[in-house]
């Protein structure tokens, strides 16, 4: 498969899968020419970009029956805007450059497409690279939810693609799982539907060039007013990313650059239209980064 | 019929909710130039043998073939006609042997370039370096004239593209003083590494 053709294949699976990754090729070039730490300040919008869309749109109601057999299959769009402070950064000098003033700040992957130079001691330039000039980020997951058993149902999404023959883009993985617990059967006299929830994912790119895990766990209330039901919920959402590529400053060698992990609260307000078949819902949230959702899911 | 009554409410927070963050949630596909910029490396390494009191030793380097700017320009999916700037973005050394005089040290080192038919200039000044040790990669000081000379060189080897450029080979010189405790003669290797920036543009589809 020749980079063309692999290209096209990612910005489809990203249409699917949200947004900004569909350049992720050219990124990995990109990335190949920055040190760890300014790699760490290129890439620097994307975490909390991440940590927005994938812990959101989870659990879009808080009754979760007792016992019983329901299965919904669905898609499910978030998406978060940036802001104009993520678009640039300071960068450092890598080995064997030494800037001289003044500093040029540098766009980060969500900002201006022109690289920058910086002038340095004796004449020396550094370049950094463009970004794709995004003024949003979007996610997009399949998720399937099977219940109930105890008041429990389960939740999983997934996708995968593998670009076996292509040296850019080996291959891209998407998995999550969790559970939501119904909190209503065992305090009955709640005025509102209240369950209990938690949920693991993991998004890799190439194994290694990205790989992010995230955990969500979460309170959904919910009350049903016929088809409608509206939702809220109290969340907290922990976040890790690391990135690792080829060094093109010493070929063979690799960079890896490890993330903070991160925790912000995830509040949540939404509503669920809930057709005997047809489930479609859309939510507001204020999280890592803020932003909304909608899903479109089938079944009972 | 409640439900229905609450329907057209509802369908209306819903729609509000996806036109709000419309365009972030059904992005438009936009064509992008996006200026990457990649880097490639050549090396000079210099065999230090003689002498217990200088350095005076000279490598000659294909910068043209060792930096191989189209195979660069290609992994990074950069046409060369795309190609904005190179140019000589650091240099730094290492010592990849050490001497066997652990307190052996280079100090007022220099190191010049030559490119095949023009005049040698000083590349690397006020250089100190302690080769009694395998070191990692360490900074120098850059002179203006020697970075010239590497430019140019970069300037025509893009021209080139894809042949060889005339004149693609250059003289690298190490000149210095030593010391050590013992006296011994000098015996290491030192290698000089040349970074080069390079800037391109590409076209990307990215949601907008």
């Not at chain 2, 660069?72 to 730094?92: C, E, F, N």
């Not at chain 2, 010049?112 to 080769?131: D, F, K």
Request: a negative charge.
């Amino acid at each position: 498969m020749n980079r063309r053709h692999a290209v096209r294949l990612v910005f489809v699976l990203v249409v699917l899968a949200g947004g900004a990754l569909r350049a992720e090729a050219q990124l990995s070039d990109n990335l190949g020419a920055l040190t760890g730490e300014n790699s760490r300040k290129y890439l620097g919008p994307l975490p909390d970009a991440f940590s927005g869309t994938m812990n959101s749109a989870i659990f879009t109601s808080g009754k979760v029956p007792k016992v019983g057999i329901e299965f919904t299959v669905g898609v499910k769009v978030m998406g978060v805007k940036f802001d104009d402070q993520d678009r640039l950064y300071t960068p450092t000098d890598p080995p064997g450059f030494t800037s001289t003033p003044p500093v040029i700040p540098a766009p980060t992957v969500v900002g201006g497409s022109d690289a920058v130079s910086q002038s340095g001691q004796g004449g020396a330039t550094q370049y950094y690279p463009g970004g794709f000039d995004l003024g949003e980020f979007a996610f997009a997951a399949p998720q399937l939810s099977v219940g109930s058993v105890m008041g429990t149902r389960a939740v999983v999404r997934w996708f995968a693609h593998d670009f076996a023959a292509d040296n850019f883009i080996e291959k891209i993985s998407f998995f999550g799982i969790g559970a939501q617990h119904s909190l209503s059967q065992h305090v009955p006299a709640l005025p509102l539907d209240l369950a209990l929830g938690v949920f693991y994912q993991s998004f890799k790119i190439n194994d290694r060039l990205l790989d992010i895990k995230t955990v969500h766990l979460d309170v959904t209330g919910s009350r049903s007013l016929g088809i409608v039901q509206p939702y809220g919920a109290l969340g907290l959402d922990t976040f890790k990313m690391d990135a690792d590529y080829e060094d093109s400053n010493n070929p063979g060698s690799h960079i890896t650059v490890d993330f903070d992990r991160t925790t912000h609260i995830h509040l949540t307000a939404g509503v669920l239209i809930n057709f005997p078949i047809v489930k479609l819902h859309g939510e507001a949230n204020l999280a890592a980064t803020n932003g909304v959702a909608v899903g479109l899911s089938f079944g009972k | 019929m409640r439900r229905f009554r609450f329907w057209p409410q509802m369908a209306l927070v819903l729609t509000v909710a996806v036109m709000n963050g419309g365009c972030i949630l059904i992005p438009e596909i936009k064509d992008r130039l996006v200026e990457l910029a990649v880097s490639g490396t050549t090396s000079a390494v210099f065999t230090v043998q003689g002498s217990s009191t200088s350095v005076d030793e000279t490598t000659v380097v294909d910068v043209g073939a060792d930096l191989d700017l189209a195979k660069v320009l290609a992994d990074a999916g950069i046409d060369v006609s795309q190609v904005t700037h190179v140019a000589l973005s650091g240099v730094s050394y290492r010592i990849l042997r050490a001497d066997p005089d652990a307190s052996r040290e280079i100090l007022n080192g220099a190191i010049t370039i030559q490119r095949a038919g023009g005049t040698v200039e000083n590349l690397v000044s006020g250089l100190s370096a302690a080769p009694g040790a395998v070191s990692g990669y360490q900074t120098v000081t850059l002179d203006p004239a020697g970075v010239g000379v590497v430019n140019q060189m970069l300037d025509d080897i893009l021209a080139a593209l894809p042949g060889a450029p005339a004149n693609g080979s250059a003289t690298f010189h190490l000149t210095g003083e030593t010391t050590s405790n013992t006296g011994n003669p000098t015996d290491f290797d030192f290698e000089l590494k040349i970074t080069v920036s390079i800037t391109g543009k590409i076209t990307v589809s990215v949601p907008a």
